[in-house]
């Protein structure tokens, strides 16, 4: 992502671009279930231009968030499991992390039973 296209895209962060700060405790963070490829992209992009601390996806998108961060390797990859309701069982969370991890997701968010 250029410059020109992040500041037309997110006018509202540009002042920040590049300030130390809170920035490395923020996840940017795209959890819809209808995300594209290009999108977890540009999520990628904005966190490494942002100085963010990771991006947070879907189990489907930790091995390409992975594959984008891994090029500057200071923004982590957070995957979710049990999302979105936590109705999920123990053994099926156990499972989600053990295959994003395997995928190199550096944090796992379990959503607890509602």
């Known amino acids: 992502m250029t410059a020109e ?19 490395p405790l923020v996840d940017h963070t795209l959890l ?17 231009a942002l100085g963010l601390g990771a991006v947070c996806v879907n189990g ?10 891994r090029v500057i390797g200071a ?9 979105p309701l936590g109705a999920s069982g123990t053994r099926t969370k156990v499972s989600e992390t053990h295959a994003v991890v395997d995928q190199g997701a550096d944090e796992i968010d379990m959503v607890v039973a509602l």
Do not use: N, Y
């Open 5 to 23: 296209s992040f500041a037309a895209a997110c006018p509202w962060l540009v002042p920040f671009v590049g300030l130390h700060g809170i920035g």
């Open 32 to 48: 819809k279930p209808e995300a594209t490829e290009s999108e977890i992209r540009r999520l990628c992009d904005e966190a490494m």
């Open 60 to 69: 489907q998108w930790v091995k390409s968030a992975v594959g984008r961060l």
């Open 75 to 83: 923004v982590r990859v957070a995957a979710v499991v049990g999302f």
